[in-house]
């Protein structure tokens, strides 16, 4: 793989990264993006018509078995080397962002710890007419009851239609415009607002950077197009960067593995 110099100076460099994740980054954990075919029984549904309140209200055993079987994907699935090159990352700068679209938990699951979920998770549920959380629940073939209010338990993520949390995305846009380096993985930057925030970092003249096997409507605005997987690109990119060699377990030329930030003083 080849990493442009200009990048490397520039990745070297930079204390404060932010990152934006999408479905591409656990695409090589097994995990489907939502733009490929759905397999098996979910290859009929367009996943826009079920992530919906009106879909959960029309059909809540329906949604609810479509949220399950995307649950029990996350749990067989682990992290891949993408997912633990940005928790390398972040031990190696002061000031490290990552914004995810994701709802599947993989980025904590690897290590990163600071993680911006903007959709929510799978992992979580609440009730669907006042969001109760519910800390457990059963996984029946129809949606269990809220223990507080009787009406049925939902996953806790963003449907399409809902608003994202509000903190999360102040902190994912007040980030975005005070980066070093902006770098937008695995996201197809269709989905609203989550692909506006590019576009804030380059209005505040923050080098982009893009890692996706794909052109999206990003790349063209982008300093920096890295074209292939994540799970490719971004230990190549902390290997030329920093020494990283994600499959040996080594501490690299950096120090990395060490904990805190090897690079960098602390702030
Ligand atoms: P998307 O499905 O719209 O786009 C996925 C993008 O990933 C595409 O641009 C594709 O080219 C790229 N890609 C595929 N394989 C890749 C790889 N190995 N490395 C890097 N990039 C790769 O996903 P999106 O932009 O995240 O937006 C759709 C919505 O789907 C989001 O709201 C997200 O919450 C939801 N979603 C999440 C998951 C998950 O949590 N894993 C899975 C499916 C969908």
């Known amino acids: 793989m080849v990493i442009p110099d200009g990048l490397i100076q520039l990745v070297q460099k930079a204390r404060r990264v932010v990152v934006l994740t999408g479905a591409g980054i656990s695409a090589e954990s097994g995990i489907p993006t939502f733009r490929q075919a759905q397999t098996g029984l979910w290859a009929q549904y367009d996943p826009e018509e079920l992530a919906t309140r009106s879909a959960f209200r029309r059909n809540p055993r329906l949604v609810w078995e479509w949220y399950a079987w995307r649950r029990q994907l996350v749990q067989q699935a682990a992290p891949n080397p993408g997912h633990l090159a940005l928790v ?6 002061p000031d490290f ?22 959709h929510g998770s799978l992992l979580r549920v609440k009730c669907f007419d006042h969001d109760h959380a519910a800390p457990t629940w ?7 009851r809220c223990a507080v209010c009787g ?19 102040h902190t994912a846009v007040t980030a975005s415009r005070r980066a070093d380096i902006f770098l937008s993985i695995g996201t197809s930057s269709l989905v609203q607002p989550a692909a506006s925030l590019p576009l804030e970092a380059k209005n505040n003249r923050i080098p982009l950077v893009e890692i ?23 230990p190549a990119l902390l290997f030329k960067c920093f020494g990283w060699n994600w499959d040996s ?13 090897g690079r960098f003083p602390t702030q």
């Not at 390398?88 to 700068?93: A, K, Q, S």
């Not at 690299?252 to 930030?261: K, P, S, T, V």
């Open 88 to 93: 390398e990352w972040e031990r190696l700068v």
């Open 97 to 118: 962002t990552l914004i995810t679209q994701n709802v599947d938990g993989l980025h904590q699951r690897a290590g990163s710890q600071r993680v911006v979920e903007l």
């Open 138 to 144: 059963e996984e029946t073939e129809n949606p269990p």
């Open 151 to 169: 009406s049925y338990l939902r996953p806790d993520v963003v449907w399409f239609g809902e608003s994202l949390p509000a903190v999360g995305l």
């Open 212 to 234: 996706n096997p794909q052109p999206t409507p990003l790349t063209a605005a982008c300093n920096f197009a890295l074209t292939g997987p994540a799970g490719e690109v971004l």
């Open 249 to 261: 377990g080594n501490e690299g030329e950096a120090g990395i593995g060490g904990g805190g930030h």
